[in-house]
């Protein structure tokens, strides 16, 4: 049997859940539906949707690759400046994009601190597709990583403790026990990533440019799109609505899985 809420709160809870749900009605109702085919179908919709799929897809599963180690680091470790690095890594959550973007351009573009170098190696990273899956994973990786360390923490050692009892390696223990453990973690903090990723526009704008089929993603085609064509505008912006609903539909199972 669950506490009840006291009554006052309920209506401050009905004012925040129509201030989130009545933009989201604004756009249904202006989504020109007879010719919603037409208008997602078009060539620089369809390209711009399947760039973003296939970023969005790359920067996470490096979200992954770099945000398992980061968040096991984090959760089963401790060493001097824990709290300043958990700080710095979870920074691009409060971070602006546009800050980010810069910040990216200021370390790959061709006169970054970097930039130059890779430049004369013949690998040209801003304004590319590579440009958009960096600004994503920028921008999404901490997402994966205070998803996963939660679930670290919330799971606990003493499994990892019997296994290593019993002679079993870290590494084999890792394999073994830490990632089956928390997987339910791992892969609702990946979907959130992916829904951080798609929807990136800001740092991506800023260290990728918009070039069509190259760096122009659904969300920069829907701000180039608001100024000359409204209609599909709204319609793109219906399909990364949908897409969000799933991906919040797919995390919350994958929370509910791992609570139980």
Do not use: K, N
């Not at 859940?17 to 007879?34: E, K, Y």
């Not at 824990?82 to 800050?99: D, H, M």
């Not at 920069?220 to 219906?238: C, F, H, K, N, P």
Request: aromatic share 6%.
């Amino acid at each position: 049997m669950r506490p009840g809420v006291p009554r006052w709160i309920l209506l401050p809870a009905a004012v925040g859940t129509a201030f989130v749900l009545l933009p989201l009605v604004a756009i249904l109702a202006r989504v020109p539906w007879a010719d919603l085919g037409e208008l997602v179908g078009s060539d620089a919709s369809r390209e711009a949707l399947l760039l973003s799929l296939r970023t969005s897809g790359t920067s996470t599963l490096l979200c992954i690759l770099l945000g398992v180690p980061m968040a096991v680091v984090l959760a089963r470790t401790s060493f001097p400046g824990q709290r300043l690095v958990r700080s710095l890594v979870l920074l691009p959550l409060v971070l602006p994009p546009v800050v980010g973007g810069l910040a990216l351009l200021y370390t790959f573009g061709r006169r970054g601190l970097l930039g130059e170098t890779l430049d004369v190696l013949g690998i040209q990273v801003a304004f590319s597709t590579a440009a958009v899956v960096m600004a994503q994973t920028f921008v999404a990786l901490p997402f994966l990583v205070v998803s996963l360390e939660g679930a670290l923490r919330t799971a606990g050692e003493r499994y990892e403790l019997v296994a290593a009892t019993l002679g079993a390696r870290p590494t084999t223990v890792f394999r073994r026990v830490t990632l089956p453990l928390v997987l339910p973690g791992l892969a609702s903090g990946a979907v959130l990533a992916f829904a951080r990723a798609l929807g990136e526009f800001g740092a991506t704008i800023t260290f990728a440019g918009s070039l069509q089929g190259v760096t122009r993603t659904m969300p920069t085609q829907i701000y180039l799109l608001r100024e000359t064509d409204v209609d599909g505008a709204v319609a793109l912006s219906l399909v990364l609505v949908v897409v969000a609903v799933l991906v919040i539909g797919l995390a919350h199972r994958g929370r509910a899985g791992g609570a139980l």
